[in-house]
């Protein structure tokens, strides 16, 4: 038995963590960023049914994300935090969708550790402050999911209204990926239990003509901005119909090569990176998965009225179309982690409270016990060597004394759960909460883009007044300085009082050839994303860092 309290605890400690990331990190670029001066962009210029991207045409994700977090905005304000709590909040819908879907299958216990499970993943604490699509995905499809469920055992109509309103809102967030995902997981799920007659419901016609008429303002918005003036030039290829973009070429084109996209197109990249996006849970879940499998061929790939294939088969099938794709990024699989903390939950339910994997308590004990030490020594490491200037002293101390209680815990008798799961819950929450507040806010002060957006605002300079000149700042300073900087390449037509932005290198030939510019400030310029060892070392950090300057016409 889970005590509900403790439940409940680790649930609002991942809840807290999460906040911690959305107000203490910066966004970082590339996606993060980008969605979010986008959704900004929205909101400034009221256009939601035509998407821009600094000022250009845009065409690459729906604008679900850009819809909701413009709303949130719009409410709150131009804050990294307010474009991130809707993602925040369909993560919560995630949570509590896979808890109720467990619950049709399976007894409280396997319920509760299946939404504990997802809420103390590293992608849920990854995707709640760096923002993409998949955060409000996994909601939407995990909800589908669970009303389908519902449905499919009571033929209550509020649960198909709900369920296949949340396909159409998926595929306004990320494309037909959302109906991909619950329609290969019950079919899959029908077929094992021989229940031909939920292949050939009549209602799944009414479900079309509804998702058809939900997609209807997407499509809309399509059709003007592309349709209606074909040849668009979108990364580097003429758009002839931005309605094929979207419901072909963006997901299906991946297979046929229309994409222009191809990177990371092995077939276990997905997997090799659920080695640190599903930690802490990465082991126990291969053997869960394997398990089944196991247990499937064992039935003769027969299931009883009793037993659920969703999950693992919609992991599986979803899995293998992905890894098919000629591009892959790793939070693509991010879609199906619901399922993968239902497989999870279940084998550990197994592992503590049945008799059938005693033998296997000791050696994942030991061996995830010893992985877990590595993860704070590296904790304490982060929090002392990289930032030792700008992170107070107590922090490293903080975090060695957190090794200390994750012995205690190791060694203690008696728990309130099994000590495997006290490790792996105080670890992943532990140790996030660390690079929320203290590694991740000093990587994010060597990104130019909200860095420089913050110093034009403390030296009161006009947005209007600052260019560009041959470089990038990211779209977190569009993002921060609520404005969209323009290019300008000739200095010659800078008007008096003006100002540039450039980078360092290039500032004693401007200077020299421009005498009327002068430097009045400079700053880091480094993609945060591309993290490396030279950079966290302070001796080597100066080589691996380029920096800008703000340049003003005197």
Not at 197 to 208: G, L, M, P
Not at 298 to 326: C, P
Not at 362 to 383: N, R, V
Request: charge should be positive.
């Amino acid at each position: 038995m889970i005590p509900q309290r403790i439940f409940w605890f680790i649930i609002f400690l991942c809840i807290g963590t999460y906040l911690l990331g959305a107000f203490c990190i910066p966004l970082m670029d590339i996606d993060a960023a980008q969605y979010a001066s986008i959704s900004r962009e929205m909101l400034e210029k009221q256009s939601f049914l035509q998407v821009y991207d600094l000022d250009h045409d845009y065409l690459d994700k729906p604008p679900m994300l850009f819809w909701l977090s413009a709303l949130s905005m719009s409410v709150f304000g131009i804050h990294d935090w307010a474009y991130r709590l809707p993602s925040i909040l369909f993560a919560l819908l995630a949570i509590l969708s896979t808890y109720r879907f467990a619950r049709i299958y399976y007894q409280r216990e396997i319920a509760q550790l299946s939404a504990m499970i997802l809420a103390a993943s590293q992608a849920m604490f990854l995707i709640t402050h760096d923002v993409r699509t998949d955060t409000m995905l996994m909601g939407w499809v995990m909800l589908s999911v669970w009303q389908l469920a519902a449905w499919y055992q009571t033929n209550r109509w509020i649960h198909f209204i709900i369920a296949f309103t949340c396909v159409a809102g998926g595929m306004m967030t990320k494309g037909p990926i959302a109906l991909v995902v619950p329609g290969v997981a019950f079919a899959i799920h029908f077929l094992l239990r021989r229940s031909w007659k939920q292949f050939f419901r009549w209602e799944y016609i009414a479900a079309v003509l509804w998702i058809a008429l939900l997609l209807l303002p997407m499509s809309i918005g399509l059709y003007q901005q592309y349709d209606l003036h074909p040849g668009k030039i979108i990364n580097g290829v003429p758009i002839q119909s931005g309605l094929r973009f979207y419901y072909w070429t963006q997901s299906f084109g991946r297979y046929t090569g229309e994409n222009v996209f191809n990177e990371m197109n092995h077939f276990t990249f997905l997997l090799e990176n659920m080695f640190w996006s599903f930690l802490p849970w990465v082991f126990l879940f291969l053997i869960g998965l394997l398990n089944q499998v196991i247990a499937l061929i064992r039935s003769r790939f027969h299931l009883t009225d009793k037993e659920e294939w969703v999950s693992v088969g919609g992991f599986l099938l979803t899995y293998v179309m992905l890894a098919r794709s000629q591009a892959q990024l790793p939070h693509y699989i991010f879609v199906v982690f619901p399922f993968a903390a239902i497989i999870t939950a279940r084998f550990v339910y197994q592992l503590f409270h049945t008799a059938d994997f005693t033998k296997w308590r000791k050696p994942l004990l030991i061996f995830h016990g010893f992985i877990f030490a590595i993860i704070w020594l590296a904790t304490i490491a982060l929090m002392y060597w990289p930032f030792r200037t700008t992170v107070p002293i107590y922090v490293p101390i903080l975090a060695a004394c957190c090794l200390l209680g994750y012995f205690a815990i190791l060694s203690a008798k008696k728990l309130s759960l099994p000590h495997l799961l006290e490790i792996s819950f105080f670890t992943i929450i532990g140790v996030n909460i660390f690079l929320s507040t203290a590694f991740y806010p000093n990587v994010l002060q060597y990104q130019m883009g909200n860095t420089a957006a913050e110093k034009l605002a403390a030296k009161r300079i006009d947005p209007d007044k600052v260019y560009l000149y041959h470089i990038y700042p990211g779209h977190s300073m569009h993002f921060y300085a609520k404005h969209v900087f323009q290019p300008q390449h000739q200095p010659d037509s800078l008007a008096q009082g003006n100002y540039l932005l450039a980078p360092k290198d290039s500032a004693a030939a401007l200077t020299n050839k421009h005498p009327f510019l002068q430097v009045i400030d400079e700053g880091p310029h480094f993609g945060v994303t591309k993290l490396s060892l030279p950079f966290l070392n302070p001796a080597l950090r100066n080589q691996e860092v380029p920096d800008y300057v703000l340049l003003q016409r005197k």
